[in-house]
């Protein structure tokens, strides 16, 4: 699993017997390029996810993907110093 957006639209399972949607997943360790996640249940290590590049956010902000699209106005924006939270 490569992809962010796919991931986030994906589920996981563990060994433990947790199964869920990877957005309820909130453990995770992150690094430059990628992060690794893990069960919510027992840590268990479950995998790596790379954070999307900047054609992965347009490719999913033009399938509607409202993350995606969030990411893809701020890249967009020629507002510097413009906060909008
Ligand atoms: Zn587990």
Same mark, same amino acid.
């Given at each position: 699993?490569?992809?962010? @957006?796919? !991931?986030?639209?994906?589920?996981? %399972?563990?060994?433990?017997?947790?199964?869920?949607?990877?957005?309820?997943?909130?453990?995770?360790?992150?690094? &430059? =390029?990628?992060? +690794?996640? @893990?069960?919510?249940?027992?840590? +268990?290590?479950?995998?790596?996810?790379?954070?999307?590049?900047?054609?992965?956010?347009? =490719? &999913?902000? =033009?399938?509607?993907?409202?993350? &995606?699209?969030?990411? !893809?106005?701020?890249?967009?924006?020629? %507002?510097?110093?413009?906060?909008?939270?």
């Amino acid at each position: 699993m490569n992809n962010y @957006f796919e !991931w986030k639209d994906s589920e996981s %399972t563990c060994r433990c017997g947790w199964s869920g949607p990877n957005t309820e997943i909130k453990d995770m360790e992150t690094f &430059a =390029e990628l992060f +690794e996640y @893990f069960c919510p249940t027992c840590h +268990e290590k479950l995998g790596i996810v790379s954070y999307p590049s900047l054609w992965q956010v347009q =490719e &999913a902000a =033009e399938r509607g993907n409202p993350e &995606a699209m969030h990411m !893809w106005q701020k890249f967009t924006s020629a %507002t510097p110093g413009e906060d909008d939270g």
